[in-house]
C-alpha cells in the first residue's frame, strides 16, 4: 500500500485513451510518462466498458508500482476497491466523499474536484480524515471536458481557492491545478498562482493532452518536468535581476538604453490617445506603430525591444487582444496594460479580466480608481474610463497597488498627484506547496511626488502617455538591468516632464507640445539628480 503522506502531486497525468497517437497503446504512453517525471497517475476512461476498464487498471497498476508511483482511479469506487488501487478521484456528481470514505478506509487517497469557495468550505467540515486532495479548476478551456460545468476560473480564481483553504485552515488538503494546462502557461500560472497570505502555493499540475496526444510522451513529460524544476519564469528581460543591485531608484543606465536600442513600441490603444503616444515615444527615442492587424502581430513581437502597450480605453475586439498577449508572452517581450475604466462597465470587466487570466504583465498602470476595483478594494462601480479616487487615504492607495502587483506578478503603477509603484516580480521565482518568499504589505513600494500639476488634469492621454513613457523604457532595458528601475524611472521622468511643461505653458494647448519636448529634453540630457520629481520608500 503506498503511504499517502509521501505522494508527490507535482506532475499528475489524467489518461484519455481517445487521442491516443497511430503507434501507441494506454499502457506505451503511461509507461513513457512514468519514465521521464509523471508523479502521479489517474486511470480516466469516460466511454470503457467496466471489463476492458479493469483489465487496463491492472497493467497501468503493475507500471505504477514498478516506479513507485500512486494510481489513482477516476470516479468508479468500485473498480478501485476490486484492484485495490491507491485511490480515487470523484467530481462534485458522484458518489459523496464520506461514503467513498466509508468504503476505502483511512489509508487510501481521495481527491475531489473543487471550482467554488463554498465547496472549500464543505472539505474544511468535513476535515482531515475526509479529502486529501483537490483538483482546482478548471484553470482554462479544455477540450477534455465534452460538457464543463464550471467557466474557466484563471490564475486568479485557483488564488481565491487557496485562499479560502488557508482561511478555513484546511492545511492537509493538497493541491492541484487542472484544466487547459500546457507548456506555454503552465510556468506563468505557477508564477501567479498563490495565496495572499504568501505561504501556499498548488502542489502540483494536472495534465491530459501533452502526454496522451504526444506522438514522442516520453519527450513531452521530460519538457513538462523542467518548466515544473526550473521554478522560474524569465519571462521578459530584467524580470530576474535584482534590484538592490540599482545603485539608486532612478536608473541612468535605463535611459541610455532607451536611446541606443530605440525600442518598438506597439501601440493597441484608445483613438484619443494613438496620436499624442505616438509623439511621446518618438520623443523619448523610440518607435511607434499603431496596430490592431493580428496577422502581424507574431513578426512584430519579433523585433528586437520590441514591447506591447495594452490600452483598453476603446474596447477592440477581444481576441484581437488576446492574440497580442500570446505573441508578446511567447517572444518573451514586455507588455504594459493600463486597464482603463476596470470596472465602468459590465463589459470593460469581462474584457479587462479575461485578458489578465490570459496573459502576463510586466507592468499594470491605473488611476486609483481602476487600481482599487483590481485589489477588489472600491466600494462603488466606477463612474467611467477616467474615474479615480483623489480623496483616498494613502495608505489605502499603496496597499492596493502594493496587492496588484503581487496578484499579478508585475510592476504596478497607480497614478495620482502622488504616484505608488509596487514590485511584485519576486525575481521571477515560483515554487510548488510552500508559496513564495513575499506577502503583499511587504513588497517594495515607492511614492514619486511632484507637487499639484493641475494642467495635466486637463488634457485627454496624459495617464496613458505614462503607459508610452513605461513602455520605452521597459522596452529599452537588457537581461543585465532591472524591469522595476525601468518603471520608477519612467514615472519620474514623465512626472517630471509634466512639472516642466507646466512651468513653461500658457495652458492646457500649449501643454501638450512642452510636455512632449520636456520628455525630448530630459531623456537627451539624463541627468536624473535635476529632475523635479522625486522619489521615497514606503
Not at 517525471?37 to 514498478?66: H, P, S, W
Not at 502555493?201 to 501533452?210: L, R
Not at 519527450?219 to 540599482?246: H, K
Request: hydrophobic letters at 40%; one cysteine or more; proline letters at 4%.
Amino acid at each position: 500500500m503506498f503511504d499517502k503522506s509521501k505522494v508527490d502531486y507535482s506532475l499528475y497525468l489524467v489518461t484519455d485513451s481517445t487521442m491516443l497517437p497511430p503507434g501507441t497503446t494506454l499502457v506505451s504512453q503511461v509507461h513513457a510518462a512514468l519514465q521521464n517525471g509523471v508523479t502521479l497517475v489517474q486511470l480516466r476512461e469516460k466511454e470503457t466498458d467496466t471489463k476492458v476498464f479493469v483489465q487496463q487498471a491492472l497493467q497501468v497498476q503493475k507500471l505504477c508500482r514498478e516506479f513507485n508511483v500512486p494510481l489513482i482511479i477516476n470516479d468508479r469506487v468500485d473498480v478501485a476497491l476490486a484492484i485495490e488501487a491507491d485511490g480515487v478521484h470523484v467530481g462534485q456528481g458522484d458518489m459523496p466523499i464520506p461514503m467513498v470514505r466509508q468504503l476505502l478506509g483511512p489509508d487510501k487517497i481521495i481527491g475531489w474536484s473543487v471550482g467554488y469557495e463554498h465547496e472549500v468550505q464543505q472539505l474544511a467540515d468535513m476535515g482531515p480524515q475526509a479529502v486529501d486532495y483537490v483538483g482546482l479548476g478548471m484553470v482554462f478551456p479544455t477540450n477534455t471536458k465534452k460538457n464543463p460545468k464550471k467557466t474557466p476560473m484563471g490564475p486568479r480564481g485557483v488564488s481565491k481557492l487557496l485562499d479560502a483553504l488557508q482561511n478555513t485552515k484546511a492545511t492537509w488538503c493538497r493541491t492541484v491545478a487542472i484544466g487547459g494546462l500546457h507548456p506555454n502557461n503552465i510556468p506563468r500560472v505557477l508564477y501567479q498562482m498563490c495565496s495572499e497570505d504568501g505561504k501556499r502555493s498548488v502542489d502540483g499540475i494536472s495534465v491530459v493532452s501533452d502526454i496522451m496526444a504526444s506522438p514522442q510522451a516520453g519527450e513531452a513529460t521530460r519538457r513538462l518536468r523542467n518548466l515544473i524544476d526550473a521554478e522560474c519564469y524569465s519571462f521578459v528581460d530584467g524580470v530576474g535581476t535584482n534590484v538592490e543591485a540599482c545603485t539608486s531608484t532612478v536608473d541612468e543606465a535605463c535611459i541610455e538604453s532607451t536611446k541606443l536600442n530605440s525600442p518598438l513600441i506597439h501601440h493597441i490603444t484608445n483613438k484619443v490617445h494613438q496620436n499624442f503616444g505616438a509623439n511621446v515615444a518618438l520623443a523619448l527615442g523610440s518607435s511607434p506603430i499603431m496596430s490592431e492587424v493580428e496577422p502581424e502581430f507574431v513578426e512584430l513581437s519579433q523585433v528586437p525591444h520590441a514591447t506591447l502597450l495594452l490600452n483598453t480605453g476603446s474596447v477592440a475586439p477581444l481576441e484581437t487582444l488576446s492574440s497580442a498577449v500570446r505573441a508578446y508572452n511567447t517572444a518573451q517581450r514586455p507588455i504594459v496594460l493600463d486597464p482603463v475604466g476596470f470596472s465602468a462597465t459590465s463589459t470593460r470587466l469581462e474584457l479587462n479580466s479575461y485578458l489578465l487570466a490570459q496573459g502576463q504583465f510586466a507592468c499594470i498602470k491605473g488611476n486609483a480608481g481602476e487600481i482599487l476595483s483590481l485589489a477588489d478594494m472600491n466600494l462603488g462601480k466606477m463612474r467611467g474610463v477616467d474615474s479615480g479616487d483623489a480623496g483616498s487615504d494613502i495608505s489605502i492607495i499603496v496597499a492596493a497597488t502594493r496587492l496588484v502587483a503581487f496578484r499579478y506578478r508585475c510592476v504596478a503603477v497607480c497614478t495620482g498627484k502622488i504616484d505608488v509603484v509596487a514590485n511584485g516580480l519576486n525575481l521571477g521565482k515560483f515554487k510548488l506547496s510552500n508559496g513564495c518568499a513575499m506577502v503583499p504589505s511587504q513588497l517594495p513600494a515607492y511614492k514619486v511626488e511632484c507637487g499639484d500639476i493641475a494642467v495635466m488634469e486637463k488634457i485627454t492621454a496624459s495617464g496613458c502617455s505614462l503607459g508610452t513613457t513605461i513602455a520605452c523604457l521597459v522596452g529599452g532595458i537588457t537581461d543585465q538591468q532591472n524591469v522595476f528601475s525601468a518603471v520608477l524611472t519612467a514615472v519620474r521622468l514623465y512626472k517630471s516632464a509634466g512639472y516642466a511643461a507646466a512651468s513653461a505653458c500658457e495652458g492646457s494647448g500649449s501643454f501638450q507640445v512642452k510636455l512632449i519636448d520636456a520628455l525630448d529634453s530630459l531623456l537627451t540630457k539624463n541627468q536624473p539628480s535635476l529632475w523635479k520629481a522625486t522619489v521615497s520608500s514606503i
